[in-house]
């Protein structure tokens, strides 16, 4: 069996080892003066490493005191970090169960109080390498493989070389051995290993100066000292100087046996055993015994080591297994909780929408709402507008209520009214004819002359009496006429009627009617007909009666201005007509005197009259108003301005 | 001529009288006065209906002028007289009315004798 070279914590303690081996005087000083604390741990383990490679046994005596100090101090720090050191100097000695051991009870330490660290890895690669199971070593060290890290691949280098890659190992060894020469605390691994190439390869000059180089970095260590005179042996042998091999056998063994390093002794005397067997048996016999020797010691511990790794196969594959497990229960975890968060999300998604679903509605009430508000504060407005006109309505009705009433007591009165002057008209005018024939009887009789004359100027007296109470009965029968024709219910049916054409009419009769009364009457007349407006539905005797008495009324208005004014007034009447929206439009307009103001209100009620008395009835507007309103559904309305003149304005639905 | 004035107003009977002065002077007219609708229906039948022209008011306390007018001229028999409406209510109801019944005249107050005399002369020419 190849000697194993130390390396797990090598790289820990290197520098610490060689710094501090030329000064192991002073730190046994600093440890006699230390107290029973982790300072005294500390200083332990250091002399520990100073003698690791050395003298395995006196590692071997600090390293356990420094595990015992520790535990006493529960200073799970310095238990761990002393592990090195006892397997170390085990592993030195031969006793890789041990070492074994101990390394995996300060692995599980490690991990049991959670400090385990960088270097967990190199821990179990060289548990591996210890074992033998070198693919294992290879797996954990390559995890680790940093390119900067000269350690490491002096790790991964001698791995690859003890399962026969030679290339790859070459590879990594040559790194780190270029690396170790730019370095100030150098280690033999990269120049053993280097030789031990250069000897397979056939370069044994090249192998016997690498073993020297290595010699002479490990001059300080037994162990390093051993393995480079065992390799040089080997060379040698390689190269078939016998004495030369055996004189460096021999100087290993010697080593070996005096610091107890059991497998290099094993090593030397096998290769002495080989070098004497055929030269002096005696000798190869003497170093077969300590062959023997040194493989029986070792024997049991192959067994123990065998077992050992057994059981840490055992533990590494639980502890995978563990992990398969914990990572499999971590996925399991971390998929429930994605589920989870998943599931919240979508929980939240949910109420998001519904939140959103519900702003949406809500805005939709809103705005169906406002929509809502707008139209009843149209509804409002129209209801507040309706209520105006119904207002206006109702006392128009009163108006009109109070109208009728008046309409039908005026009826009544007027047709009463006929009756008591019926007698006054006809005995006033029997009474004109009496008198007349009073006069001619009085010429019969005998009487005087002068008693004649003054009953002739009696008589004349009562004709000229009975005369005004005619006339005046006369009127107030035209008056009554005016107030029968106002009340009369027009029996009128409507029919389609040219309104062009009926207000023509009616302006020419209009005004041929007062030329006939009136010779000096005169008036220039304006029409403006719109052809569009075509037949509409009305009464056209009353709607006649109504432009009459309208355009009479101009014409008087007229010619009462023109009568006051004389000059400068061209009398003008002017009738129009237009189509509007499902209306039509009657305008009558003169440039009279207009109406004053104060009784522009008064103009359609009954008997109000500016004419003076006896020429007006003050029922032609009242009546025309009636026709118009309540007949016909229409409007009669006037626009006027004083001096200027007035119009009157018919508009009737069509 | 006997021309019967149905009238509830007493003074018609003068103002008649005095209208008609120069007619009845004459013999040309012979004026017989009822006093309310009834009355006037008594006459006819008690005269054997002497009356040729019958000149009658509409409204009349009792029955009226139009109902006068309706038993002359439906149930009395043939030739009815000449019946002329005289009122003071020329509406168009009574006037309707009035036709439909067979009134030969329909005249309203105040009476314009003129016209008056007119008629009759054109009624009895006829």
Redesign the interface.
Known sequence: MKKIFPLCFLLLFLSKANAQNKTIDSIKEKLSAAKEDTNKVQILITLGLAYVWNKPDSALMYGLKARELSQQLNYIDGEIEVAPVLSEALSSKGNFSKALEIDLQAMQLAEKNGKQNLFQEYMIGGVYFYSGDYTKALEYFLKYKSDSDEITKGFIGETYYHLGGLDSAFFYISKAYEMDKNYRAHWTVPYYYMALIEAKQGKFENALDNYRLGLLYGKNINLDIANGYNGIAVVFKQMGQVDSAAYYAKEAMKLAQRESLTPNVLDASALLTELYIKINTDSAFKYQRIMLDAKDSLFSEEKIKQLQNLSFNEQMRQQELKQTIQQTQLKYRNRLNIYILLAGLLILLIVVLGLWRRNIFKQKSYALLHKQKQEIDHQKTQVEQTLERLKSTQSQLIQSEKMASLGELTSGIA?????P???????S??NIE?TDELKDELDKTQLSPEEKVTIEKIADDIKSNQEKITFH?KRA?SIVKGM?QHS??S?GIREPTDINALADEYLRLAYHGLRAKDKSFNSSMKTDFDESIGKINIVSQDIGRVILNLITNAFYAVTEKKNRVQDNFEPTVSVSTKKLDHKAEVRISDNGDGIPEKVLGKIFQPFFTTKPTGQGTGLGLSMSYDIITQGHQGELKVETKEGEGSTFIIILPV | MKVLVVDD?K?VQI?FE??FRKEIRSGEMDLLFAFSGEEALRFMKDHNHEAVLILSDINMPGMSGLELLHQIKVKYEKPPPVVMMIT?????ENYAQAMEWGADDFL????D?NVLKQKLKDKINV
Do not use: W
Not at chain 1, 415 to 419: A, F, L, P, S, T
Not at chain 1, 421 to 427: A, I
Not at chain 2, 108 to 111: A, D, L, R, S, Y
């Open positions: 047709h009463e009214i006929q009756n002057l019926n007698f006054v008209n006809n005995f005018e029997v009496l009965g029968d029968l009369r219910s029996n | 107003e003074d103002l005095q209208r003071a209510y020329g509406d168009d309203t107050k105040p009476i004798f």
